[in-house]
């Protein structure tokens, strides 16, 4: 059974930093993409960042840019996000996915597998 369990939300002030990190079981991810994806309350779920199968190419929303990191370790069969400098507009849902291509990609449904999310929540 393939699992992508997140980890690493929680409440904090702004400005603040978390990192999330993505646990995969049940096969291995390390020949595909992964992301990170984000849904607010009443809004649609939206692309934060997304990272090759090697690591070598990465891709963020502009409205991260900066001040979120995305990594792996194909190893651990892994991801993480780091973010800092987090605002109250970062506030939602963050779900952790595994791409169907090696290659970077910041359109959902090319995302075959989802985990469960994980709540972060920024307050003012």
């Known amino acids: 059974q393939v699992q992508l369990v997140e980890s690493g939300g929680g409440l904090v002030q702004a400005g603040a930093s978390l990192r999330l990190s993505c646990a995969a079981s049940g096969r291995t991810f390390s020949s595909v993409a992964m992301g990170w994806f984000r849904q607010a309350p009443g809004k649609e779920r939206e692309f934060v960042a997304a990272i090759s199968w090697s690591g070598g190419s990465r891709a963020y929303a502009d409205s991260v840019k900066g001040r979120f990191t995305i990594s792996r370790d194909n190893a651990k069969n892994t991801v993480s996000l780091q973010m800092n400098s987090l605002n109250p507009e970062d506030t939602a849902v963050y779900y952790c996915?595994?791409?169907?291509?090696?290659?970077?990609?910041?359109?959902?449904?090319?995302?075959?597998?989802w985990g469960q999310g994980t709540q972060v929540t920024v307050s003012s």
């Open positions: 996915a595994a791409g169907r291509w090696a290659t970077t990609t910041i359109e959902s449904h090319y995302y075959d597998y």
